[in-house]
């Protein structure tokens, strides 16, 4: 079955450590994004990515980074600069433009500062 | 800048009754998608509903319907015969229709949390 897989569920980063979240799709999406959800925020956008090797800042860039090599992965590290790293990490993917627009979501990561 | 707003961070409705979800966006566009999207406690995204901007019939999906007024720039979302499994947080997204080149990611609202009684 197509989808989007996220791994891990759940993630324990120690203060000043690097983290990566995984976000791989098989439905030959475009377009990936990463979100990030707070109580009470909705979802705010991290990176997002048109194609393979190139993505764009989202509106809260600060403290992570992306990479695109393949098309079906688009891996999100969070480094020690993101100084309030504790939410839950949300991964989608879509068609590009001109096609349907409804974006696909991963389970998700939920990431702890311990 | 595109901006959603869902003014109802909480909602109750009982079992087999209806409940309508508001959200309101700003936009200077004219061509754009509205979509509503579901994450129950397992917090899986589940998209909902969605709708063209240049359409002027209302989007249907079984018991869902929206109620989307384009001059007025709101996109409601009416749950019929509410079941104890709609139970979520129910969120409403913006997408711009011809982003070329640049972003073509959905804005959301903050959510509103919706209950169910049975």
């Known amino acids: 079955d197509g989808g989007i897989t996220q791994s891990p569920k759940y993630l324990f980063r120690k203060e000043g450590q690097n983290v990566t979240l995984s976000c791989e799709q098989n439905l030959n999406h475009d377009a990936m994004y990463w979100y990030r959800q707070d109580p009470g925020q909705g979802l705010r956008l991290i990176y997002y990515s048109q194609i393979v090797n190139d993505f764009q800042k989202g509106d809260i860039a600060e403290g992570y980074s992306v990479s695109r090599e393949k098309k079906e992965s688009f891996p999100l590290t969070v480094t020690s600069a993101q100084k309030n790293p504790t939410a839950f990490y949300l991964c989608?993917?879509?068609w590009g433009p001109g096609q349907r627009t409804e974006a696909f979501f991963g389970q998700g990561t939920r990431l702890t500062v311990v | 800048a595109q901006t959603v707003t869902q003014s109802q961070p909480e909602m109750s409705v009982q079992e087999a009754e209806t409940v309508t979800l508001s959200c309101t966006y700003d936009t200077s566009e004219s061509d754009y998608y509205l979509f509503w999207y579901k994450q129950p406690p397992s917090r899986q995204m589940i998209l909902v509903i969605r709708?063209?901007?240049?359409?002027?019939q209302n989007a249907t999906e079984n018991r869902f319907s929206v109620n989307f007024q384009k001059a007025a720039k709101s996109f409601s979302l009416k749950i019929s015969d509410s079941q104890l499994g709609d139970a979520a947080m129910y969120f409403c997204a913006y997408r711009r229709q011809n982003y070329g080149g640049s972003q073509g990611n959905l804005i959301f609202g903050k959510g509103t949390k919706l209950s169910v009684k049975p």
């Open positions: 709708q063209e901007a240049y359409k002027q």
């Open positions: 989608a993917s879509s």
